[in-house]
Each structure stands twice: as structure tokens, then as C-alpha cells.
């Protein structure tokens, strides 16, 4: 697969990663479509209302909402893919409900093949003392090229999403797919900051 391509958890250096590491979390795979969170940034934890170490990142989310994770999670380490969820979590039926986004990326560690995600989670809410569980409203999946070809177009739905997308990224309306837009074929990386 060429995986010398994608990063490797031992080349993470801390330095670099600021002032981002608030929003950082490792996960472990431990099955397929599962994975356990190994770190977590102080900022997860404040808005979380717990220490997500040690949980699977499954156990972040409500019920109805495992199964499309499971999905997206195991997407991102097999394909390999870059997937980014648009989240929401109501806590109090009075209050607007709170929304976040999470970045997974596959990562290396000492195995040929990626069985670590590198997450970003941002969020409208700073802290919260009560225990969210999030909901997916949008998932996002960019297929990685780690041949340097140009990718074989193939169809296929996204999880949770009424659209449809190319093995290069490009997101394309289902009752539109005659006029693809090209721009989408770009990723723009930005900081998690830029992305909430």
C-alpha cells in the first residue's frame, strides 16, 4: 500500500502540534469499525465532562449513532480515508443544542497497515458538567491515493448522507451528478480552530 506514506504515530512530536493538542485524540484499533481512545487533549476532557481515556470512541455517541461511526471509523483505517463528522448533542431540552465536528485520519504505528486514528474533536461549548453523546448529522469521507495515480472513479454513499461520492473526494449531489464540481477535488487542510 505504500503506507510509508501516511504518518506515523512515532514522528507525532508535541511542539508541532500546538496550540492544537486540546482538540487531539488518539485512538487504538481494537476491532473492526472499533476503536479505544489511548490520549486525549484537556480541552476533549473539559467538554466532554469526563476523561475519555480508555473508552472506545463509540462510547462518545448515542445509540443510533454507533453503527454509522463504526462505519466511518472503519472506512478511515481500511480504505485508508480522511472522514470528517458534523456532530450535534443536546443536553438540556430548554438550551440550543450543542455542535462540534470531528476530524479522523488514519495513523501508523508499528504495523504496515494503519490501526490508529489521529482525531480532532472542536465544539461550541468550552465545558460542560453534564456527559455529551453525540449524534452525526454529516459525514465527509476523502478517499487517500497512496499510489500517486489518479484514482478509479467508483460510486459509492456516504454514511448517513443522502450523497454520493467519487474515490478521489468528490462529493457530487445524487440528482446532480452530471455536473460534478472539480473544485472538490481539493483538500484544504486548516487548523481544527479555522474548521469549528
Known sequence: RGSFLLPQSGNLKAEDLNPYLSNIFIADKIAPGLVQIK??????????????????LSALFRAQARGPLASAVHATLDTPEVTRLTLHAATNPLMPAIAAKMLLLPLLDNQSEPNRIFGVLTCSCSKTSDRLRFEIAKTQSYPIDLTFNTPTTCERATVNTGRYQSASGTANDQNHRSNPNTDRNIIHFKSPIDRA
Open 39 to 56: 490520549t486525549a487533549g484537556t480541552g476533549i476532557s473539559a467538554r466532554l465532562g469526563m476523561d475519555p481515556r480508555g473508552m472506545p
